[in-house]
């Protein structure tokens, strides 16, 4: 249980196209979903964090404008990198938890963050 | 605030030897939940092991144990009779109440085991 897909895998767009990357939580109901990029040799750093219906968190330093997400339903968060250029060359990683049924201030299995495979952006 | 810190960039091992990965963590939170993560050549995280700060008992899964001692704030990754199959980037994280439960990711140890 607990599968998070990512679609596509892998994209390469020219300079000033908009790419879309989207993340599926496929066997449970995803209230909370969270959006990593991870440059080459480094870290994964926290680009935002969206709730179902409502409008997504960005970390500071993060353009909201650049990076548009979207997380109309349970199931499904999308990242639109807008105008790509070459520096948002990356590895783009979702993740996503369900809250629905936690307890306040606890954390338990529904707090868990189970992770997508990534999607690897290349920006010619 | 949180902070993770792991200080081994990379590691390079002979097939069979032993391997220890160092995460040193800092919070102000009294609650709070430790992870390790692999990150193989794919790139796909595979989760390793989450453990809370109440309990500080050592653990252990086939050939990886985990060591933490909040004496320290340290929570050290070892692997056992390493197999080039172990090469990857490890990642020790770091999550508690007063960050909503975000993940803090330490910078990551390479770990290269040769034939």
């Known amino acids: 249980g607990a599968v998070v897909s990512q679609h596509p895998s892998r994209v390469i767009c020219k300079s000033g196209t908009s790419v879309k990357i989207e993340c599926r939580s496929l066997?449970?109901?995803?209230?909370?979903m969270f959006w990593y990029r991870q440059f080459p040799k480094q870290s994964l750093m926290l680009m935002a964090t969206s709730n179902e219906g409502s409008k997504a968190t960005y970390e500071q330093g993060v353009e909201k404008d650049k990076f548009l997400i979207n997380h109309a339903s349970l199931t499904l968060s999308t990242l639109t990198v807008t105008s790509a250029h070459p520096e948002d060359s990356s590895f783009y990683i979702c993740?996503?938890?369900?809250?629905?049924?936690?307890?306040?201030?606890?954390?338990?299995?529904?707090?868990?963050?189970?992770f997508g495979p990534g999607t690897r952006l290349t920006v010619l | 605030a949180q902070k993770v810190t792991q200080a081994q960039t990379e590691i390079s091992v002979v097939e069979k030897e032993d391997v220890t990965l160092d995460c040193v963590y800092e919070?102000?939170?009294?609650?709070?939940?430790l992870f390790w993560y692999k990150q193989p050549p794919s790139g796909e995280l595979v989760f390793l092991i989450r453990?809370?700060?109440?309990?500080?008992q050592n653990e252990i899964s086939g050939r990886y144990s985990w060591n933490f001692q909040k004496s320290t704030s340290s929570f050290n990754f070892t692997i056992t009779a390493s197999q080039v199959v172990d090469s990857a980037v490890y990642f020790c994280a770091l999550t508690q109440r007063s960050n909503d439960y975000k993940l803090s990711f330490g910078a990551g140890t390479t770990v290269t085991v040769r034939a």
């Open positions: 993740s996503a938890r369900d809250l629905s049924q936690s307890k306040a201030g606890a954390f338990n299995s529904y707090n868990e963050q189970f």
């Open positions: 453990r809370n700060s109440f309990d500080e």
């Open positions: 919070t102000r939170d009294t609650t709070y939940y």
């Open positions: 066997d449970f109901q995803a209230t909370t």
